[in-house]
């Protein structure tokens, strides 16, 4: 497979939650190559917009064809798009291209700020017309129509403009949320419970993103959706913190946990004595995530994400060459450091000839533990074996 090539056509967020930078951060942890035609340069962050400057129509469409010719495109994002004049040269521009396009209808910032004024979403309408799904929140969807009924909003957008609606849930009041995805012969819903943070900066941008690969990976649009929701609510919890309004979402810790294929992420031992287990691995430096002592279950969490765990099993046999690795950039450190509280190595760090360094010891079980430093290795060794990569198409 190539790599699912997504055209991103959006307004810059120099707070970086939103816009441009939001979608670059989701479009590649989702494994992605994102391409951007920059519309419009706002200066904002958590609290507000202070400031917007449209890009010129003109060099929106110089970075849409730069990108088109050489790199070509699975998928496009459509954004904050900055004025009519843009909205309407780029429906012209786009309707050459033959590929799936998200448009998300950016009206009103999180904080409120507006983004579009009446002309610009007068305009909407064309490039309504060339999408493959249209993404509003419930106060744009209700913009477009002025209907208040939702359901009836996103019917009235399906007939008129013949893409599919996404019903975005988040600004109904209450702990329960619904999502629903209206096509012209179908509806699929979804039900979950919010979320209880204030980083909500860049939601819609970050889930329209996520769709736009998707479908760029011939996804069903429905399993795209899904795909996109998930990716949105682990970056919700992941979400630093960060900013003294709206902060931005944590997009950098979801990769594990929204991807294809099978993701090693998870690992389990037997375990002879909890207490004893959750003290070295915590000692090994693990955070701790699940403590259930009369289960004799406990699980950690390592750097990234990924997670591990023990099992209390008094008749389980502990299997001799069963290995569980830990890389550690600070190895040697973190290795001496160990020794100097006790925890006792079979050997210390040491160059292998499959260019990994590392550190053996055993858990209080007996399972065989090594932290290492592999670096590139670890995946690039000299004698990987060569994949056959299809070329790159261009153009369309």
């Given amino acids: 497979m190539t790599i699912p090539r997504i055209l991103i056509i959006a307004g810059s967020d120099s707070g970086g939650g939103a816009g441009i930078q939001a979608d670059i951060r989701t479009v590649t942890m989702l494994g992605g190559h994102a391409m951007t035609a920059v519309t419009a340069i706002t200066a904002q962050n958590t609290l507000g917009v202070t400031a917007v400057h449209p890009i010129p129509g003109e060099t929106v469409l110089a970075q849409i064809d730069a990108v088109v010719e050489d790199l070509g495109v699975d998928a496009i994002k459509i954004g904050m798009i900055g004025s009519a004049f843009t909205a309407n040269l780029v429906a012209d521009r786009l309707e050459a291209l033959d590929v799936p396009i998200v448009f998300d209808p950016v009206m009103i910032a999180t904080s409120g700020s507006v983004l579009a004024d009446d002309a610009t979403i007068a305009a909407f309408g ?40 996404l019903i975005k849930g988040g600004h109904e009041e209450g702990e329960a949320l619904a999502d629903a995805l209206i096509e012209e012969d179908n509806m699929t819903s979804w039900q979950g419970q919010r979320i209880a943070t204030t980083s909500t900066h860049g939601t819609g941008c970050t889930l329209a993103s996520a769709i736009a690969v998707g479908l760029a990976e011939e996804k069903e649009l429905a399993t795209s959706v899904a795909r996109g929701r998930e990716f949105v609510r682990m970056a919700l919890l992941e979400a630093p913190g960060l900013g ?25 031992v037997t375990a002879k004595d909890y207490g004893k287990s959750v003290r070295f691995y915590r000692a090994l430096g693990l955070k701790q995530i699940v403590d259930s002592p009369d289960n004799g279950y406990a699980r950690f969490e390592t750097w990234g994400g990924a997670t591990f765990s023990v099992h209390v099993d008094s008749e389980e046999e502990i299997a001799p060459s069963t290995a569980v690795y ?54 690039f060794p000299p004698w990987r074996l060569r994949e056959e990569k299809a070329p790159q198409p261009t153009g369309e």
């Fill in 126 to 165: 064309r490039l309504m017309d060339l999408a493959t799904i249209t993404t509003p929140n419930l106060p744009e969807l209700h913009r477009l129509t002025g209907k208040d009924d939702p359901v009836e909003a996103a019917l009235h957008l399906v007939g008129k403009h013949r893409c599919a609606v």
């Fill in 244 to 268: 003294q309004g709206a902060g931005p979402l944590g997009h950098a810790q979801v990769r594990l946990d929204v991807g294809n294929g099978p993701r090693l992420n998870q690992a389990t």
């Fill in 326 to 379: 830990f890389e550690c950039d600070d190895l040697d450190e973190r290795v001496e450091l160990l020794a100097r509280v006790g925890i006792a190595f079979e050997h210390g760090p040491r160059n292998q000839p499959w260019m990994w360094r590392e550190a053996r010891l055993r858990d209080p079980a007996g399972n065989i533990v090594f932290l290492y430093k592999a670096g590139e290795a670890r995946r």
